[in-house]
Each structure stands twice: as structure tokens, then as C-alpha cells.
């Protein structure tokens, strides 16, 4: 069992950055790939990034390739999600997520573990 909390989500201008947070309870998280996703108003969740246990493989969806940068941190539990040059189709709440098990996973469905959400929202 695994519980998320994110945080570091605002308001922000076009352009900007904003760096969010998930800090996890429990033991194994290292065991654990960890992913964000987002869901803007009227949409389904999306993939957004996605980071393999030791860290080493990053993944990212083609709509943030470049700009959002995933890492994590085994000894505080927590993993990070930097977003730089922000654009107002990037307003979302964003969610971290967690799956048991190492490899790439891009579905919802493939994530067992979620938070509660942080809103990000980018002014044009």
C-alpha cells in the first residue's frame, strides 16, 4: 500500500515554471514506478510523465516533451515534476500516480495507487 499527497500547484503566467510534488507513505516505494497525469475540465486523464523505480528511464508525453521534467528522490519518498515554459493549455489538475512494478506505463489503468490531485493553472 502506497498514499500520495501532492503539492506546488498555482497560478501562473504563460511561460513561467512551476515545480510539483509527491511525497509517499510507505516503505517500497523505491518498488514502485511513479507517473503524473492531468485532467483538464471536460477531459479525460492524460499521461503526462512517468519514471522508473531507480530513476534511470524517463518517459513523457509528446505534449510536454521538453519543457516537464520528472525525478524522484528514494530517500524522501517523493518525486518531483519541474514545468517550464507553461502555456494555458496546461491548466489541469495534476495527479501522481503509482504502479507495482518496473517498466513503462502510459494508462490509467495501469496505475493502482493515486492522489488527491494538485490544480495547476496557466494564464495567457
Known amino acids: 500500500q502506497v498514499q500520495l499527497v501532492e503539492s506546488g500547484g498555482g497560478l501562473v503566467q504563460a511561460g513561467g515554471s512551476l515545480r510539483l510534488s509527491c511525497a509517499a507513505s510507505g516503505r517500497t516505494f523505491s518498488s514502485y514506478t511513479m507517473g503524473w497525469f492531468r485532467q483538464a475540465p471536460g477531459k479525460e486523464r492524460e499521461f503526462a510523465a512517468a519514471i522508473s523505480w531507480s530513476g534511470d528511464s524517463t518517459y513523457y508525453a509528446d505534449s510536454v516533451k521538453g519543457r516537464f521534467t520528472i525525478s524522484r528522490d528514494n530517500a524522501k519518498n517523493t518525486i518531483y515534476l519541474r514545468m517550464n515554459s507553461l502555456k494555458p493549455e496546461d491548466t489541469a489538475v495534476y495527479y501522481c500516480?503509482?504502479?507495482?512494478?518496473?517498466?513503462?506505463?502510459?494508462?490509467?489503468?495501469?496505475?493502482?495507487?493515486w492522489g488527491l490531485g494538485t490544480q495547476v493553472t496557466v494564464s495567457s
Open positions: 500516480a503509482a504502479h507495482s512494478g518496473n517498466g513503462a506505463y502510459f494508462y490509467t489503468r495501469e496505475y493502482g495507487y
